[in-house]
């Protein structure tokens, strides 16, 4: 099944449950912008712990609108989403309600939990550069080093106006202004090899074809190719490459979060509490570093062999709140540099 006919599917079994009720024994309802096979390992493992079922329905936009329309009719429990802004958005539109409990408290820490309760960060992932192992040697590489005229011609990324994107630049904001974060970003469209196209994959498939020889990615990519036995020709563009951990000059490497809220409704309030509860625990947490290859929010717990084997990650300390009011500064900014109509416009 393709992922349109997965979200066709979950659209479908959701549409039935607005004929009837949200309300269900034994079922926790999860509006998800996360792909599905991101979060199937976790859900399951929920599922065979608790015999709670999970419903997911992706989308790749309007999550927070759609449950601020659908108002006490609608069958989101749980919210599970990507970046930080997102989580506050969700937050700031009334999507979300607060929830205060002791186990996830207990389980994460405070610096990645909302002071009001309505967002808890699961993971973290950082946003590194896949590099060539052919074409790019052993020297440090910082952020600012891409709007360097060295790399001209030779850097892919996906759309600047991608959440994760979106988030990198505005932690540049955060760091260095707007007026210089402008000229860097101009910088950075100068140096692409294309115009930006795709995920962050196919990013090191293009540095494998030999179209560029480095890209924005996230780190827990790198860790599903390497390791894809479905698809092999994706372990041949991971080992095509090898992570660079960039840095800005307080010399720590950009982390993003994921999340999880609990929905402002919620029919299925106690299962989505569980829900919650368990996507904080120890299990779930080693199972994102395991199987999921991101970084557990959980102290102590060190990623998977195979993320630790990329280097060592020392994160930026620029607080997660500056990141997202930075957010609407950084899409703006991409619109009006032109970063993804392209080196050439």
Same mark, same amino acid.
């Given at each position: 099944?393709?992922?349109?006919?997965?979200?066709?599917?979950?659209?479908?079994?959701?549409?039935?449950?607005?004929?009837?009720?949200?309300?269900?024994?034994?079922?926790?309802?999860? =509006?998800? =912008?996360?792909? !599905?096979?991101?979060?199937?390992?976790?859900?399951?493992?929920?599922?065979?712990?608790?015999?709670?079922?999970?419903? &997911? @329905?992706? %989308?790749?936009?309007?999550?927070?609108?759609?449950?601020?329309? +659908?108002?006490?009719?609608?069958?989101?429990?749980?919210?599970?989403?990507?970046?930080?802004?997102? @989580?506050?958005?969700?937050?700031?539109?009334?999507? *979300?309600?607060?929830?205060?409990?002791?186990? &996830?408290?207990?389980?994460? !820490?405070? +610096? =990645?939990?909302?002071?009001?309760?309505?967002?808890?960060?699961? *993971?973290?992932?950082?946003?590194?550069?896949?590099?060539?192992?052919?074409?790019?040697?052993?020297? $440090? #590489?910082?952020?600012?080093?891409?709007?360097? !005229?060295?790399?001209?011609?030779?850097?892919?990324?996906?759309?600047?106006?991608?959440? =994760?994107? %979106?988030? @990198?630049?505005?932690?540049?904001?955060?760091?260095?202004?707007?007026?210089?974060?402008?000229?860097?970003?101009?910088?950075?469209?100068?140096? %692409?090899?294309?115009?930006?196209?795709?995920?962050?994959? $196919?990013? /090191?498939?293009? #540095?494998?074809?030999?179209?560029?020889?480095?890209?924005?990615?996230?780190?827990?990519?790198?860790?599903?190719?390497? *390791?894809?036995?479905?698809?092999?020709?994706?372990? +041949?563009?991971?080992?095509? #490459?090898?992570?660079?951990?960039?840095?800005?000059?307080?010399?720590?490497?950009?982390?993003?979060?994921?999340?999880?809220?609990?929905?402002?409704?919620? $029919?299925?309030?106690?299962? /989505?509490?569980?829900?919650?509860?368990?996507?904080?625990?120890?299990?779930?947490?080693?199972?994102?570093?395991?199987?999921?290859?991101?970084? $557990?929010?959980?102290?102590?717990?060190?990623?998977?062999?195979?993320?630790?084997?990329?280097?060592?990650?020392?994160?930026? *300390?620029?607080?997660?709140?500056?990141?997202?009011?930075?957010?609407?500064?950084?899409?703006?900014?991409?619109?009006?540099?032109?970063?993804?109509?392209?080196?050439?416009?």
């Amino acid at each position: 099944m393709n992922s349109k006919s997965i979200r066709f599917a979950a659209a479908f079994a959701f549409a039935t449950l607005f004929a009837g009720t949200a309300l269900a024994d034994g079922v926790v309802n999860i =509006y998800s =912008y996360r792909q !599905p096979d991101l979060i199937k390992p976790v859900l399951d493992a929920f599922s065979a712990e608790t015999g709670i079922k999970t419903e &997911v @329905l992706f %989308l790749d936009k309007g999550l927070e609108d759609r449950i601020v329309a +659908e108002g006490q009719n609608s069958p989101a429990d749980v919210i599970l989403t990507v970046d930080i802004a997102r @989580l506050t958005n969700a937050k700031e539109k009334g999507a *979300t309600q607060a929830l205060d409990d002791a186990t &996830v408290n207990a389980n994460i !820490p405070a +610096e =990645y939990r909302d002071p009001e309760g309505e967002w808890f960060g699961l *993971t973290k992932r950082a946003r590194v550069l896949y590099a060539s192992k052919e074409r790019v040697g052993d020297e $440090p #590489i910082a952020y600012a080093d891409l709007a360097d !005229p060295k790399w001209k011609g030779k850097i892919c990324m996906r759309s600047g106006q991608h959440d =994760y994107n %979106l988030a @990198l630049f505005s932690a540049a904001i955060a760091h260095w202004g707007e007026a210089k974060a402008e000229e860097w970003m101009k910088g950075l469209k100068a140096n %692409l090899a294309r115009k930006p196209e795709g995920g962050d994959r $196919p990013q /090191a498939k293009a #540095i494998f074809a030999g179209e560029c020889d480095i890209a924005l990615g996230n780190t827990y990519y790198v860790g599903l190719m390497q *390791t894809n036995e479905k698809e092999p020709e994706e372990k +041949e563009w991971a080992g095509a #490459i090898k992570v660079v951990f960039p840095t800005f000059e307080s010399g720590g490497t950009h982390v993003n979060i994921s999340g999880a809220a609990l929905a402002k409704y919620a $029919p299925n309030r106690d299962n /989505a509490v569980k829900l919650i509860q368990f996507l904080s625990s120890h299990k779930a947490q080693q199972i994102y570093a395991e199987q999921v290859f991101e970084y $557990p929010v959980e102290p102590g717990l060190e990623a998977s062999a195979v993320v630790k084997a990329f280097g060592a990650l020392k994160a930026d *300390t620029l607080p997660l709140a500056d990141i997202a009011k930075n957010r609407k500064a950084a899409s703006e900014m991409v619109d009006r540099v032109g970063l993804d109509d392209g080196p050439a416009s």
